[in-house]
């Protein structure tokens, strides 16, 4: 997918921030490893029947660490959006852009929650947005799965958005968009700040500098 250089900027930021999430999810191919042909006349979505056999997120399975698709519930097909616009050809003229706008803020407010992680103990990694202006102790944060979020471009729907509550001797001593591990309780609860909208909360016991572990 591409978009022509007149295209409305905050419409072509919504759709590469929508390529760059899916990118991070598998693209065309959901949670379960069907890719859109194996999914028969439902249009890409999961029955109940295959969404019960769907594994379950990795904090449930392999332990307490999870990737940011873990976050996402397996029938959360966004990129269906696009088949119904010709996106290449779309402009700040075109009424379909207005449309397509509405369509994909709606989506990102809506965006679906995991429930089965609320009360879990996890640990996840990402990118630190702090919500304190104390460059000595961030005690809440917002974490992200890339770069600039919540800053330079849209921010991320809040399934894609953890707010992040530190114990008061264990506040984060770091700087905005440092790597981090979270460790802690997550719970599935929606918080709302000037920077974004949160899905989820962690209330952290150990703040750590990201390290890809073998």
């Known amino acids: ?6 295209a409305s900027p905050r419409l072509w930021a919504l759709l590469l921030l929508l390529a760059l999430i899916l990118a991070g999810c598998g693209g065309d191919t959901d949670d379960a490893g069907r890719s859109d042909s194996d999914t028969g006349d439902s249009g890409g979505r999961l029955s109940p029947e295959e969404l019960a056999a769907t594994p379950a997120p990795a904090a449930l399975r392999d332990g307490p660490e999870l990737e940011w698709d873990d976050l996402i519930p397996a029938d959360w097909r966004p990129d269906k959006l696009f088949e119904q616009y010709d996106v290449d050809n779309i402009d700040d003229d075109d009424p379909r852009a207005d449309a397509l706008m509405d369509k994909l803020e709606t989506l990102w407010a809506e965006a ?3 429930p089965e992680l609320d009360g879990q103990t996890v640990k996840l990694p990402g990118f630190v947005v702090p919500l304190t202006t104390d460059a000595a102790e961030i005690r809440e ?9 919540c800053i330079h471009v849209p921010p991320p729907p ?3 958005t953890v707010y992040v509550v530190t114990s008061d001797d264990g506040a984060y001593r770091g700087e905005l968009f440092d790597t981090v591990w979270v460790e802690g309780t997550m719970h599935v609860e929606q918080f709302t700040d000037d920077l974004g909208t949160a899905g989820y909360r962690i209330d952290a016991v150990r703040v750590s500098p990201y ?4």
């Not at 390290?211 to 073998?214: D, G, L, M, P, R």
């Open 1 to 6: 997918m591409t978009l022509q250089p007149h």
């Open 112 to 114: 679906p929650v995991v």
């Open 158 to 160: 809040p399934n894609q």
């Open 141 to 149: 944060f917002l974490l992200v799965p890339y770069f600039g979020a």
């Open 211 to 214: 390290e890809e572990e073998s």
